[in-house]
C-alpha cells in the first residue's frame, strides 16, 4: 500500500531559526513528490514537485530535496509568515491521484 | 499557478437538505478533477477523481448516490451532498491537474460546510 509520512506533527521555531522537515514515503512507483503549504481554512497552495532522486528545488527560504525514501522541506531564516500546515503528497506511476501525508504544522515565533 | 475558484465559501444547511458546491478552473480547461474532504487537523482525503464527459470514479467508502459530482464541461466541476447530515460537516476542496508534461495540482480555497 502507497504510503506517506510527514515528521514531526508540529515544530514551533524562533524567527531565524532553521530547521527541516520529513516526508518518507512507500511507493510502487514514484511519479512526483509534491509539497504544498496550507493557510488555515484554506486550500492547498502549490510549493514545489519532485521528480527524481537528487532532485532540488527552491523558493524564497523554502528548499525541497528528494532521496529514494524520503524528502525535506528546508527552511532556512524563518518568518511569522512562513507559520502554516506543510503537506508532503506523492502521485504513484501510472495514476493521477495524490497520496497525502498528515501534514507538518509549523508556527513561528517572532 | 492556475487559477480554482470554489462557490460558496461557506454554507449552513439543515440536516436532510442538499447543497451543491462549484468548482471552476479560471484560467485553464481541465480534463480530469479531483475532490477531496478535510476534517479539522487532519490531511486531505480523496472523495473521487472527475473526468469531463464520464461518470465521477469513487474512492472506497465514499457514498457516489450521497456525494453526486458533475463535470460537465472543462472549467466547471460539482459536487452535491444530498440529505446532508451532521456527519457531513467537513471542508471541501476541490483540484484538478495542470497540463504539459509537469501534472501539476492545483487546489481551490475550499468550502466548509455546517450541517445543523
Redesign the interface.
Given at each position: 500500500e502507497d504510503q506517506v509520512t510527514q515528521s514531526p506533527e508540529a515544530l514551533r521555531l524562533q524567527e531565524g531559526e532553521s530547521s527541516s522537515l520529513n516526508c518518507s514515503y512507500t511507493v510502487s512507483g514514484l511519479?512526483?513528490l509534491?509539497w504544498?503549504r496550507q493557510d488555515p481554512?484554506?486550500?492547498?497552495?502549490?510549493l514545489f514537485?519532485l521528480y527524481s532522486a537528487g532532485e532540488e528545488k527552491e523558493k524564497e527560504r523554502l528548499k525541497a530535496t528528494l532521496t529514494k525514501k524520503e524528502s525535506f522541506l528546508h527552511i532556512t531564516a524563518p518568518k511569522p509568515e512562513d507559520s502554516a500546515t506543510y503537506?508532503c503528497a506523492v502521485?504513484v506511476r501510472g495514476a493521477?491521484?495524490?497520496v497525502?501525508?498528515?501534514?507538518t504544522r509549523l508556527t513561528i515565533n517572532p | 499557478?492556475a487559477v480554482?475558484s470554489?462557490h460558496p465559501s461557506w454554507v449552513i444547511c439543515k440536516s436532510g437538505t442538499s447543497v451543491k458546491i462549484e468548482c471552476r478552473s479560471l484560467d485553464f480547461q481541465a480534463t480530469?478533477m479531483?475532490w477531496y474532504r478535510q476534517f479539522p487537523k487532519?490531511?486531505?482525503m480523496?472523495m473521487a477523481?472527475s473526468n469531463e464527459g464520464s461518470k465521477a470514479t469513487y474512492e472506497q467508502g465514499v457514498e457516489k448516490d450521497k456525494f453526486l459530482i458533475n463535470h460537465a464541461s472543462l472549467t466547471l466541476s460539482t459536487l452535491t451532498v444530498t440529505s446532508a447530515h451532521p456527519e457531513d460537516s467537513s471542508?471541501y476542496?476541490c483540484?484538478f491537474?495542470s497540463g504539459g508534461n509537469?501534472?501539476?495540482?492545483?487546489?481551490?480555497?475550499?468550502t466548509?460546510l455546517t450541517v445543523l
Amino acid at each position: 500500500e502507497d504510503q506517506v509520512t510527514q515528521s514531526p506533527e508540529a515544530l514551533r521555531l524562533q524567527e531565524g531559526e532553521s530547521s527541516s522537515l520529513n516526508c518518507s514515503y512507500t511507493v510502487s512507483g514514484l511519479r512526483g513528490l509534491f509539497w504544498y503549504r496550507q493557510d488555515p481554512g484554506k486550500g492547498p497552495e502549490f510549493l514545489f514537485t519532485l521528480y527524481s532522486a537528487g532532485e532540488e528545488k527552491e523558493k524564497e527560504r523554502l528548499k525541497a530535496t528528494l532521496t529514494k525514501k524520503e524528502s525535506f522541506l528546508h527552511i532556512t531564516a524563518p518568518k511569522p509568515e512562513d507559520s502554516a500546515t506543510y503537506l508532503c503528497a506523492v502521485q504513484v506511476r501510472g495514476a493521477q491521484k495524490l497520496v497525502f501525508g498528515q501534514g507538518t504544522r509549523l508556527t513561528i515565533n517572532p | 499557478g492556475a487559477v480554482v475558484s470554489q462557490h460558496p465559501s461557506w454554507v449552513i444547511c439543515k440536516s436532510g437538505t442538499s447543497v451543491k458546491i462549484e468548482c471552476r478552473s479560471l484560467d485553464f480547461q481541465a480534463t480530469t478533477m479531483f475532490w477531496y474532504r478535510q476534517f479539522p487537523k487532519q490531511s486531505l482525503m480523496l472523495m473521487a477523481t472527475s473526468n469531463e464527459g464520464s461518470k465521477a470514479t469513487y474512492e472506497q467508502g465514499v457514498e457516489k448516490d450521497k456525494f453526486l459530482i458533475n463535470h460537465a464541461s472543462l472549467t466547471l466541476s460539482t459536487l452535491t451532498v444530498t440529505s446532508a447530515h451532521p456527519e457531513d460537516s467537513s471542508f471541501y476542496i476541490c483540484s484538478f491537474i495542470s497540463g504539459g508534461n509537469h501534472n501539476e495540482q492545483f487546489f481551490g480555497p475550499g468550502t466548509r460546510l455546517t450541517v445543523l
